[in-house]
């Protein structure tokens, strides 16, 4: 008898990553089906496997897509941008190569799907939306991969999250590039600073390394859950008006460039 899919969380992604990074995932231990509820946990899997992370029938043999199935062929047809029939509540766009004029209409989409269909109160599906434009310039900035980028939104009624994730160098080596940060050597630490208001590799006090800032003025007041992962750790906040004050490190299975992933409830 087939068991009942479960749900897809982080810490399915963690446990099927450490298993693979030492070599104890088989296919026939993949018995356990699951279904993405929310888009983090999805794209985050999806990513460990086009960076050669994990095997690439992974997907296949674990997720039961359900309502995600068009999001998950749209991205493994390399289509540059895709969005729902449906009011728009779910998409995603390459963060290269594209247009101004279709990127601004893909922000467009996620900022009236976060206020229309999340129903986000005040300015915060603008904030948020703001934010992902910002994370989307770090990709050109600083991930040396602009062609691995992806940005993707998911609305609900009550929750608006968004993914944005690259494959490329990854916050460590990025903050290396500069002579303030050359001699860091740790993942967690590297993400704790790139967080931090003003550190890039351009140096603190350069007018970069605000990208993060409009992501906590959208979550003001909201329940938030948010995962930053890059090498071997990752950065979460949960909470209502999460800050770096509620900020936990934790070691991960490695993984390549960086990757953000905020849901939020009203």
């Known amino acids: 008898m087939t068991s009942r899919p479960a749900p897809l969380t982080f810490s399915t992604v963690d446990g099927i990553g450490f298993a693979c990074a030492e070599r104890s ?9 699951y279904t993405p509820r929310t888009l983090g ?10 960076a050669g992370r994990l095997p690439a029938h992974t997907a296949d043999q674990l997720i039961t897509p359900d309502g995600t199935a068009p999001l998950i ?22 963060a290269a190569p594209h247009t101004g004029e279709s990127f601004t209409a893909f922000l467009m989409d996620a900022q009236r799907a976060g ?17 992902m434009e910002e994370l989307e310039n770090n990709i050109h900035e600083h991930s040396n991969a ?6 993707a939104y998911r609305a609900a009624e009550g929750t608006f999250e968004f993914v944005v994730v ?6 460590l080596n990025s903050l290396r590039q500069c002579t303030e940060f050359a001699s860091m050597t740790d993942h967690g630490r590297a993400l704790e600073a790139a967080l931090t208001d003003g550190a890039s590799r351009f140096g603190r006090n350069t ?9 906590f003025l959208g979550l003001l007041n909201l329940s ?19 800050t770096l004050s509620t900020a936990q490190l934790a070691e991960k299975p490695m993984m390549d460039g960086f990757f953000v992933s905020v849901a939020c409830r009203t």
């Open 25 to 33: 995932l088989r296919p026939e231990q993949l018995t356990q089906r």
């Open 41 to 50: 946990p999805l794209l985050e899997l999806l990513s460990l496997i086009a």
């Open 73 to 94: 062929t749209a991205i493994r047809d390399d289509r540059e941008k895709w969005s729902s029939p449906d009011n728009r509540r779910i998409g995603f766009i390459r």
């Open 115 to 131: 206020r229309e269909i999340a129903k986000l109160p005040g300015t915060a599906a603008g904030q948020l939306v703001a934010a």
């Open 146 to 151: 602009a062609d691995t980028g992806l940005l």
């Open 166 to 171: 690259d494959r490329g160098i990854g916050v």
């Open 207 to 215: 007018g970069h390394g605000n990208g993060f800032r409009p992501i």
């Open 224 to 242: 938030g859950d948010l995962r930053f992962r890059s090498g071997n750790h990752a950065l979460t906040m949960q909470g209502t008006s999460p």
